[in-house]
């Protein structure tokens, strides 16, 4: 099933041999003393996607959401492999070409392919792992942020969330801005040119997946310092705070699926950071800063007060 | 709960970042101009193993069920990510240390490493992406086999069949035989140092996993020429044919399971694959020839015999 439907995915450089065989072969860039990044991710139907999601959607997040964790290493993308389970009612012509199209625009995007997979009978779950390369010494970790540091945003939080409240059925949504959230939804934009511009830029790095500040209060276990946000300052998109402005701010600091990128600079690069801010080149948020921290518990301060977790980002569908 | 339960499983070489970030980091062995091998497997209950297997045994047959896709293209097994989808009944603290000790058994014996994980609450299923590495070039392939070359099994066949037929309740099974059965059946030997040895050797390469004659029929399609194997010189054990004397030859030829190796050599290189065999180093045996197709269809013969394909090795638990 996986040669039929995916063999079109095979098709991008350093795959020396593809689907097919019992393993893939696969050429490192030549000349570079580069590092293999690994990260791998499962969605199931209910928990990651509703169920009346179709099969072209489901894989564009299922892809994206993999390629996302490549952009908050500074990684660049090269291969993949896809274990899919799938109901017997599923595994019809209809439902897997659509699978196998979503899949192909999102690689072809990125340049990846897929080098390995195998399809079982079950309950619908994607699991993806994906390989990626960094120059050796460039990747960018959660244990790096410092004292000092200045934490960053790209783009803008609580459209995951936002999304999520159009798709479960809030009252209040407006049709025109449900299409984007939608969008943004089922095709997150992995921020993989922007996590490349990070290297040897930024000390820490983060997808935003399970919301702000559980992502950021990872940041803070890893490198042992604490965050203090401004929230004042975290960018929300118009059409977010239209759709609920009295719970906007709240899906921008908890809500999760925004696969935004958070990071933190030192001090003496924040000219060079805030300068491509300026100049249009990329589009990021100063947000706080880190800290020491107290009694040596890492933290997460919103506007000088502890966050007491409401243990957000895990709404469920269905 | 993958931090928790298998942080012990990244200790090993060329494992710069493991569990706990967005993505490992990893070094391959230095001074070599060495190629990534990658492979994906996902087993899953009723259908791989039987709903009574306990979780020890579960975590050993899926981790040796992918290291014997390295040994099979012999390649040197380095890292493995792991996503494992768990009903809620299991997700106990005895399931769960039972599954990572199995792990961590075979990982430790073939020096491989855990370097990323997923667990999703679902049906038990577990899926292994395996890395692994080989010497430029030196990758064995289904692909590779020619007119002329000679067939070799690695070990004796029929063993995974004859464990599925003691672990369904076979009325002639003995309990002494049986206990090796089972070993096999859930711990089968990744035939990794073989592989590796018939680097520069072998012209083709496959494990049996779906049957040494479906498994072969793979080397044609991909080598393009067609296999003669004499059924007579199939090693089968002793145990096997006193468990079923008249069906231990259709275990050997049809049944899955066995993940021994099945390669070609050409005639030039057997006196030195033969040699190894009558010096002890490799337990390995020659079965038959492989030969230009007629009309262009690769096919397997079995004693001059076209097979009558009788879809074996698809047996399912439960």
């Given at each position: 099933m996986i040669e039929s439907y995916f063999k079109g995915l095979t098709a991008q450089d350093g795959v020396l041999l593809g689907i097919g065989d019992d393993a893939a072969i696969?050429?490192?860039?030549?000349?570079?003393?580069?590092?293999?990044?690994?990260a791998t991710d499962t969605l199931v139907e209910h928990i990651h996607f509703p169920s009346h999601a179709d099969s072209y959607q489901i894989a564009q997040r299922a892809l994206c959401v993999n390629l996302s964790d490549m952009a908050a290493m500074?990684?660049?993308?090269?291969?993949?492999?896809?274990?899919?389970?799938?109901?017997?009612?599923?595994?019809?012509?209809?439902?897997l070409k659509g699978f196998s199209a979503g899949l192909a625009e999102v690689a072809d995007e990125f340049k990846c392919s897929l080098v390995g997979g195998d399809t079982t009978s079950g309950?619908?779950?994607?699991?993806?792992?994906?390989?990626?390369?960094?120059?050796?010494?460039?990747?960018?970790?959660?244990?790096?942020?410092?004292d000092g540091d200045f934490i960053y945003v790209s783009g803008a939080l609580g459209d995951g969330a936002a999304a999520l409240s159009v798709i479960q059925g809030n009252k209040n949504n407006k049709s025109i801005e449900s299409e984007r959230l939608l969008k943004?939804?089922?095709?997150?934009?992995?921020?993989?040119?922007?996590?490349?511009?990070l290297r040897d830029v930024a000390s820490a790095c983060i997808d935003i997946s399970d919301g702000l500040v559980a992502d950021l209060e990872h940041v803070c276990r890893s490198s042992g310092v604490s965050a203090y946000v401004s929230t004042r300052d975290v960018p929300i998109n118009d059409d977010v705070k239209t759709l609920c402005e009295a719970g906007s701010l709240?899906?921008?600091?908890?809500?999760?699926d925004d696969y935004q990128l958070c990071f933190t600079v030192p001090e003496h690069l924040c000219e060079l950071v805030d300068g491509w801010s300026a100049d249009g080149l990329l589009d990021l948020k100063q947000i706080g800063r880190m800290?020491?921290?107290k009694d040596g518990v890492p933290q997460v301060f919103l506007d000088g007060s502890i966050v007491i977790q409401e243990n957000r980002g895990f709404d469920h569908f269905g």
């Open positions: 696969l050429n490192l860039l030549p000349d570079l003393n580069n590092q293999l990044v690994v500074g990684a660049n993308p090269r291969w993949f492999t896809l274990s899919l389970s799938l109901p017997r009612k599923l595994a019809t012509n209809p439902w309950a619908l779950s994607i699991s993806i792992t994906m390989l990626g390369e960094v120059p050796s010494g460039s990747a960018i970790t959660r244990g790096g942020a410092n943004r939804f089922y095709r997150p934009e992995p921020k993989i040119e922007f996590g490349i511009k709240e899906w921008a600091l908890f809500g999760g800290t020491s921290c």
